[in-house]
């Protein structure tokens, strides 16, 4: 295992001219589900028919059938397939975690901070942070490039900042947004990527195509994440209460917002398929649709510290 905590940035992002805006909602608006799970650490929903028992055993398997949970002081729980490669559990963290990501083969992951620390685990090479720069917002979330050589991390104020073999496409930094970004998720080919805002707002950059947002939708709740479609042509975005809204090539499998979470929900992942999404709580609870697998929830023992962000094996 290898384990590196703070670098110098390499290419810094808060310079970008935007690209798309996405101020008003546009094609293929998601729409809620009708189907949800009870408990905070429930099992698979019902449109999967995996329940916490029966599920398990398609969690050998490779092909994203497990997945990783990371918690706010840096624990990893694996589930299914997924393999252990390291944690900054036991470290005194100068910012929190706030998002984890899964190297190309899924034999390592890195983990980032508010303050935009990266940690590497496994085969996940350290490309550099922003964990010696003052920033303007904490970061939100990381992206690796599909090599996997490379990443990029956001702000809340839309900055972006680019490593390893990572190209800067353009950033929300310069500009006032009416709610913080939340999130981003890469195209196929790597050569664009797209930001939401918790409003629901959706900015691409490169060569990602804006398929629709809720930027001009009164929603019930906050958007919390995005997942991009498997072929990289539309993406998924949750809410913090379950809600799913997809867009372009992704599908509604379902969501939970008929009946929300005990937590709120904190991150979502496309399966490996690109046929189905995994939702994950704050209180570690697991919700499955399409063709992803229930293969396990951290829990209990995520209770010190809430869950921030899940990633596929």
């Given amino acids: 295992m290898k384990v590196r905590k703070r670098g110098i940035a390499r290419g810094a992002g808060i310079k970008g001219a935007k690209i798309t805006t996405a101020a008003v909602a546009a094609a293929s608006l998601g729409v809620f589900g009708v189907q949800a799970l009870t408990g905070d650490i429930a099992g698979a929903s019902p449109q999967t028919a995996k329940a916490q028992g029966g599920a398990l055993s398609g969690c050998s398997a490779p092909d994203g059938q497990g997945y990783w949970q990371v918690s706010a002081s840096g624990g990893v729980f694996t589930n299914g397939a997924a393999q252990f490669y390291g944690s900054e559990g036991g470290t005194a963290l100068n910012k929190p975690i706030v998002g984890i990501a899964p190297s190309v083969d899924g034999r390592g992951y890195w983990l ?73 998720a890469a195209t196929k080919d790597g050569r664009g990527y797209w930001l939401v805002a918790a409003d629901g707002g959706i900015f691409s950059f490169g060569d990602a195509t804006f398929y629709g947002s809720l930027g001009a939708v009164a929603l019930n709740k906050p958007i919390v994440a995005m997942a991009p479609a498997r072929n990289g042509n539309g993406y998924v975005l949750a809410a913090s209460d379950g809600g799913i809204f997809a867009f372009g090539a992704s599908h509604f499998y379902g969501s939970a917002a008929s009946s929300p ?3 709120p929900v904190v991150g979502v992942a496309g399966t490996f398929t690109g046929n189905g999404y995994t939702l994950t709580t704050s209180g570690g609870g697991v919700y499955n649709y399409g063709d992803s697998s229930f293969c396990g929830v951290s829990g209990s023992a995520s209770s010190n510290s809430p869950i921030v962000g899940v990633a596929f094996y």
């Fill in 261 to 263: 979470p005990n937590s």
């Fill in 112 to 184: 980032v901070a508010s303050d935009g620390g990266v940690f590497s685990f496994g085969d996940a090479p350290f490309e550099g942070s922003t964990g010696a720069i003052h920033l303007n917002a904490p970061i939100v979330g990381i992206v690796p490039t599909p090599d996997g050589q490379g990443y990029w991390l956001v702000a809340s104020d839309g900055g972006v900042f680019a490593f390893g073999d990572a190209t800067f496409y353009g950033s929300e930094g310069a500009t006032v947004l009416n709610k913080p970004i939340v999130g981003m």
